[in-house]
């Protein structure tokens, strides 16, 4: 998922900035990006689905995870996510090509998804597809999340772990819900260009951040912070700059693991 985001904000980064300052882009290249952009933005909630699945069966069925998650299942999963994702949406480019000339692909053209797949019936379809992905993660993310819950509840010694787990799903939920923002946000620049009429760069740039950089940066929270060795680090590195040029041991040494004479 982290290369997946990394793909995706470089991709939108680039045509955002692109769009600045060219304002329109040839329609392959625009194509090229576009195609990039949703590939890896659709990617997202489906890792996330998967990731809450294993969640759940390294709780709910710890004898069997060893056996279920190996790596080269876990291989086979993200090939599944990228054909999944990468299917539906590689059929407008198949369809633009059939229906449009050679020469539209040479025209440059403000670089939106619906400027260059223009047919009206690969509207419909995307809805559709919307419709079915957002709802299987959601109700897959929904199951994981109680099955777990009620795991936590009832046991006792592994309780920590089973709890870490729901908060982990519960995190992965609200990351969800913050995508699924992707696919209401046309009609919402829509609306708010009718209100705010000549401000809709404006717009367009506070909907990139809310739609497309938020819910990436929930994964250094959720798989960053929340990590305790990781989060030992941290705290060192703040220390160490607060001593401002002192002696950083101090800090090293209050922070490193304690061994067998230290007990």
């Not at 940066?217 to 607060?242: E, N």
């Amino acid at each position: 998922m982290v290369i997946n985001d990394g793909i995706q904000l470089t991709v939108t980064i680039t045509l955002f900035v692109l769009s600045y300052i060219f304002y329109k882009i040839n329609v392959s290249f625009c194509c090229f990006f576009i195609l990039v952009a949703v590939f890896t933005t659709r990617n997202t909630p489906v890792n996330l689905a998967s990731m809450a699945i294993e969640r759940y069966i390294a709780i709910c069925e710890p004898l069997r995870h060893s056996h279920i998650c190996t790596v080269r299942r876990t291989y086979v999963v993200i090939g599944l996510i990228w054909f999944i994702c990468v299917a539906p949406d590689i059929t407008d480019l198949f369809v633009t090509l059939a229906t449009e000339s050679l020469s539209f692909f040479h025209q440059s053209v403000f670089c939106l998804r619906q400027n260059v797949f223009k047919d009206p019936a690969l509207a419909y379809k995307r809805q559709a597809f919307d419709i079915i992905y957002f709802s299987c993660v959601f109700l897959t993310l929904v199951f994981t999340y109680l099955r777990i819950l009620f795991a936590a509840r009832a046991l006792s010694t592994e309780k920590a772990s089973a709890q870490k787990a729901r908060n982990t799903i519960l995190l992965h939920g609200a990351q969800l819900a913050m995508c699924m923002l992707s696919y209401i946000s046309p009609s919402v620049e829509i609306v708010l260009h009718l209100i705010f009429p000549g401000r809709i760069l404006e717009i367009r740039y506070a909907n990139y951040l809310i739609v497309y950089i938020l819910p990436r940066f929930l994964s250094p929270v959720i798989y960053g912070v929340r990590d305790k060795k990781f989060r030992k680090y941290l705290k060192m590195y703040f220390l160490s700059s607060r001593l401002c040029g002192g002696d950083v041991s101090d800090a090293q040494l209050l922070l490193r693991p304690s061994g067998p004479a230290d007990e």
